[in-house]
């Protein structure tokens, strides 16, 4: 498809287990984000790739997060030891850059994360 | 710093009302470009319209308009005639210079049930 897929779309694991999460952008889309959305909740921002530059990783919430991304393909967050209040769903969007500005980002399906 | 404040957590209207959404945001760039998604129950976050900062004139597409106003730093969103399809999670976003115009800030989003 050409959208921003993300697998696995649902994930459920057990508290202290370590999950990996996988974001496959739009082809040619150099930025990719990656969010947290709790129940209920505001999209918060995790990390941000961009080409080949340092990632922006200011909304990593703790060091059990990490996230990777290789040039500008496939991402993967990494959450390690799993806390229940890691519950959430975690979206991945993309998007081009023009002139040095990001275009509007496209957003993946998520994946809905639960700790047991 | 990039702040988006949508303060209608949840509003409910009857079908064919017209209902506004609010988004006030705080930026100290003069240059800088915000945005509305929908988010509907599917989940999918869909982009709705970006508008940057020098652009102050209002924009209508089909039932949807946008007021864009920078003295009281309001970007408010408006649908006439609701209809139920209109049900969703809406969010306002900015992005910046502080961002590098990359990373993008959300609102907590309102969301809209439309009745029959």
């Known amino acids: 498809g050409a959208g921003v897929s993300q697998s696995p779309s649902n994930k459920v694991t057990e508290k202290g287990k370590d999950v990996e999460l996988r974001c496959d952008p739009i082809?040619?889309?150099?930025?990719l984000y990656w969010y947290r959305q709790r129940l209920g909740q505001g999209l918060e921002f995790l990390i941000y790739?961009?080409?080949?530059?340092?990632?922006?990783k200011s909304g990593l919430p703790s060091d059990r997060f990490s996230a990777e991304r290789t040039g500008e393909s496939v991402s993967t967050l990494t959450i390690q030891r799993t806390q229940q209040e890691d519950s959430a769903v975690y979206l991945c969007a993309s998007s081009p850059l023009w002139q040095g500005i990001n275009q509007p980002q496209h957003f993946g399906d998520g994946t809905r994360l639960s700790i047991l | 710093a990039q702040k988006v404040t949508q303060a209608q957590t949840e509003i409910s209207v009857v079908e064919k009302e017209d209902v506004t959404l609010d988004c006030v945001y705080e930026t100290r760039d003069t240059t800088y470009y915000l945005f509305w998604y929908k988010q509907p129950p599917s989940g999918e976050l869909v982009f709705l319209i970006r508008?940057?900062?020098?652009?102050?004139q209002n924009e209508i597409s089909g039932r949807y308009s946008w007021n864009f106003q920078k003295s009281t730093s309001s970007f408010n969103f408006t649908i006439t005639a609701s209809q139920v399809v209109d049900s969703a999670v809406y969010f306002c976003a900015l992005s910046d210079l502080s961002g590098g115009y990359q990373k993008v800030t959300f609102g907590t989003g309102t969301k809209l049930q439309v009745i029959p």
């Open positions: 082809s040619g889309h150099t930025a």
């Open positions: 790739f961009q080409g080949n530059s340092a990632p922006d």
């Open positions: 508008r940057n900062s020098f652009d102050e």
